[in-house]
């Protein structure tokens, strides 16, 4: 399989502080910070990796992808590997815009800038990012969510 990109190998867990702590924990008024993911020595076998544990790999063109995120009129930056979670993104996000009050901000996600594209919290930004392409643009919008 040839190879054109980085593996990122990222445990599954639940617990999205586990997964990108620098970004979760850094200072609001840090702006374009950068994530820990590393990626692998490609000499390493698969057993030695502990795939077996991980369940899975992710292999992306790019070591970062740099993310903007908008709302009310600020942006904020920051670069994040590709096996990283629109939940961990959107965590981020909501943490940075001091505007956003605590108690609103479970409603707020990301939409990708001009469409109406939002991710699932599942996702990672490497499926969400265009292909050859290593930076991506959201919004900060209230989540709408049909009654009825």
């Not at 292999?59 to 970062?64: A, E, K, N, T």
């Not at 392409?133 to 919004?139: A, L, M, R, V, Y």
């Amino acid at each position: 399989m040839p190879r054109d990109g980085p593996l990122l190998v990222e445990p599954l867990r639940s617990d999205i502080r586990r997964r990108d702590p620098r970004a979760l924990e850094e200072d609001v008024g840090t702006d374009n910070g950068c994530d820990i993911h590393e990626a692998i020595d490609i000499n390493r076998t698969v057993e030695v990796l502990q795939v077996y544990r991980h369940r899975h790999v992710h292999r992306h063109h790019c070591r970062r992808i740099a993310v903007e995120i908008h709302f009310l009129g600020e942006t904020k930056r920051h670069r994040f590997s590709p096996p990283t979670t629109i939940e961990v993104v959107t965590a981020w996000a909501r943490k940075k815009f001091p505007n956003l009050d605590e108690a609103a901000a479970s409603e707020y996600v990301l939409e990708i800038c001009d469409t109406k594209i939002q991710p699932r919290a599942d996702e990672h930004l490497g499926e969400v990012v265009k292909h050859g392409e290593c930076s991506i643009c959201f919004n900060l919008v209230n989540e709408v969510t049909p009654q009825g």
